[in-house]
T-cell receptor
Framework: NAGVTQTPKFQVLKTGQSMTLQCAQD?????MSWYRQDPGMGLRLIHY???????DQGEVPNGYNVSRSTTEDFPLRLLSAAPSQTSVYFC???????????FGSGTQLSVL | DAKTTQPPSMDCAEGRAANLPCNHS???????VYWYRQIHSQGPQYIIH???NNETNEMASLIITEDRKSSTLILPHATLRDTAVYYC?????????????FGKGMKLTVNP
C-alpha cells in the first residue's frame, strides 16, 4: 500500500522554466491538496480538489495550476518558475468529511 | 487565518509527560480540532482529533476544555523520537468546502 506518492523528490529549475510536480494516491480518496512549506513557516495551502474535475484555490495559488482528471492523480504545474517558488511541496489526500490527511514525502524545489 | 495559537517551542524531559497547549477561541460548534506532527522535513503525520469529548489513541490523548476554546495534546511518556513540530489545527468549513489550515506549529524538543 503506497499511500501518497510524490515525484520527483528533488528538482532544480532556472527562472522561467516550467515543470509539473506529480502526486498520486492509491487510497481512493476524493480530496487531494497541495501545500508549500518555507523555512520557519507552517504549511500553506496552494490548491485543493474535492473530486475528479473539481479544483479550488487555497491560500497561495498564484503561479500554480492544477487539474484533476482522475481520482488518483493531482499534478501541480509551475508555468514559469520564479525564485519565490523555492520551497518544499507536499501533496496530501483524505476522504471528505474526515480531517485525517495522508501526506506524501515531499518535493524539494529550488528555482535559481 | 490559522484560527489556532500555540507557543513557538517547548522542552520536555524524556520519559515525562509532554503537555502541548493550543488556543482556538473562535472555534465554531461543528469544527473539529486536529493535531499533526512533522519530524524533520518529512510529511506531517496525523496524531489525533476531537470535537468536544476527550480522546485517546495509541499515540496521545487530547483534552478539550468544556467551552472548546482550548485544548491540550498529551504525550504520556515522551521519547527522543517525539521531537518534532506539532500543529494544532481547526478544520475550517466554508461555503460547503472544508480545509485544514496549518499555522507555524510548536517545536517540541525532548531532552535526554
Amino acid at each position: 500500500n503506497a499511500g501518497v506518492t510524490q515525484t520527483p523528490k528533488f528538482q532544480v529549475l532556472k527562472t522561467g522554466q516550467s515543470m509539473t510536480l506529480q502526486c498520486a494516491q492509491d487510497m481512493n480518496h476524493e480530496y487531494m491538496s497541495w501545500y508549500r512549506q518555507d523555512p520557519g513557516m507552517g504549511l500553506r495551502l496552494i490548491h485543493y480538489s474535492v473530486g475528479a474535475g473539481i479544483t479550488d484555490q487555497g491560500e497561495v495559488p498564484n503561479g500554480y495550476n492544477v487539474s484533476r482528471s482522475t481520482t488518483e492523480d493531482f499534478p501541480l504545474r509551475l508555468l514559469s518558475a520564479a525564485p519565490s517558488q523555492t520551497s518544499v511541496y507536499f501533496c496530501a489526500s483524505r476522504q471528505p468529511g474526515v480531517g485525517k490527511l495522508f501526506f506524501g514525502s515531499g518535493t524539494q524545489l529550488s528555482v535559481l | 487565518d490559522a484560527k489556532t495559537t500555540q507557543p513557538p517551542s517547548m522542552d520536555c524531559a524524556e520519559g515525562r509527560a509532554a503537555n502541548l497547549p493550543c488556543n482556538h477561541s473562535t472555534i465554531s460548534g461543528n469544527e473539529y480540532v486536529y493535531w499533526y506532527r512533522q519530524i524533520h522535513s518529512q510529511g506531517p503525520q496525523y496524531i489525533i482529533h476531537g470535537l468536544k469529548n476527550n480522546e485517546t489513541n495509541e499515540m496521545a490523548s487530547l483534552i478539550i476544555t468544556e467551552d472548546r476554546k482550548s485544548s491540550t495534546l498529551i504525550l504520556p511518556h515522551a521519547t527522543l523520537r517525539d521531537t518534532a513540530v506539532y500543529y494544532c489545527i481547526v478544520r475550517v468549513i466554508q461555503g460547503g468546502s472544508e480545509k485544514l489550515v496549518f499555522g507555524k506549529g510548536m517545536k517540541l524538543t525532548v531532552n535526554p
